[in-house]
């Protein structure tokens, strides 16, 4: 930690005094330790799909959207981020700001930085762009709440994310990503702006087999979208809709069935945009959950009462 401290205090000038009473007050936490070894993207599809795509998220989700109507019109039009795609950030997060951590942000990226080796660099990153934003933003460092893993507020941003993208859409003086509706959603947008969204085209289009005969599929590492519609025919696959063109590069991506049922494994193609929900989160499994309870919400959202 005093390499830490030493840093902070030459490169960005804190007070030495300040900065060694404030780390004197992080408690590193063991069940931050056994959350971050387990997390629930390990689970397969059919079982993450139970915890987001129910009855409660989808209805909130459209009750939400009829609160903050103006705010997500305006923000739709001006960033090309579907109010859907914002509000399912939002319900896969928090549950509509319900559930945004109970977790002091500093002990949660404390923890990560000085007792995880695995990720302990990135989340040293975290660490000082934390302090870095209390600083700017008048917080109290000791004060603020989150995941286990220092995400905040609303959207859960990390602390980089927030000083990246964070947005003061009501012109108040405060990006307020912990109270207020209206600048959590263009915070969102703005980080899914500054990740390339397209507007107005697909995320994801179900694949399925030519003909009868099932090949064996070989999926390829990463998430970028990386085969065309040709290079599809030749596994045997194609798309149940069309793709804005014979050009437009899909991921071949594939989500576990339970056992038993006709068909194990069920395939999609996931396009840019559905590359770009998994920059918010770098899970195929998160981003469909994202996908399908933006449809569900949107589907209901004409019907609700």
């Given at each position: ?84 795609i914002i509000v399912a950030i ?211 959202k004409g019907n609700f009462p």
């Amino acid at each position: 930690m005093n390499v830490f401290i030493k840093k902070m205090v030459s490169i960005h000038q804190f007070d030495p005094i300040e900065m060694h009473e404030l780390f004197k007050s992080i408690e590193i936490k063991d069940d931050i330790l056994n959350r971050i070894s387990s997390p629930s993207e390990n689970m397969p599809w059919y079982s993450y799909r139970k915890i987001f795509i129910t009855d409660e998220r989808i209805n909130s989700g459209v009750k939400f959207w009829q609160q903050n109507e103006s705010t997500l019109s305006t923000v739709a039009k001006q960033s090309g981020v579907p109010a859907e795609i914002i509000v399912a950030i939002i319900g896969v997060e928090t549950l509509y700001g319900q559930k945004t951590g109970n977790h002091r942000v500093i002990d949660a990226l404390a923890t990560l930085a000085f007792a995880y080796p695995p990720r302990s660099q990135y989340f040293l990153t975290e660490l000082e762009d934390f302090l870095l934003l209390c600083r700017e933003e008048k917080l109290n460092p000791l004060a603020m709440k989150g995941s286990y893993a220092g995400a905040m507020g609303i959207p859960q941003f990390m602390p980089s994310s927030f000083r990246s993208v964070a947005v003061d859409f009501d012109h108040n003086g405060y990006k307020d990503i912990w109270y207020n509706p209206s600048d959590a959603i263009a915070s969102i947008a703005n980080y899914f702006a500054k990740q390339h969204w397209q507007s107005g085209q697909p995320i994801a289009i179900p694949v399925s087999f030519i003909s009868n005969h099932n090949s064996k599929i070989t999926l390829s590492s990463g998430l970028k979208p990386d085969l065309r519609q040709d290079e599809l025919e030749l596994l045997n696959l194609k798309t149940m809709r069309p793709t804005p063109s014979l050009k437009t590069k899909v991921k071949l991506l594939s989500f576990e069935q339970p056992l038993g049922q006709k068909q194990t494994n069920e395939l999609w193609a996931g396009l840019d945009n559905f590359y770009v929900i998994t920059r918010y989160n770098h899970s195929p499994l998160y981003a469909m959950a994202v996908y399908q309870l933006s449809q569900s919400i949107l589907n209901k959202k004409g019907n609700f009462p």
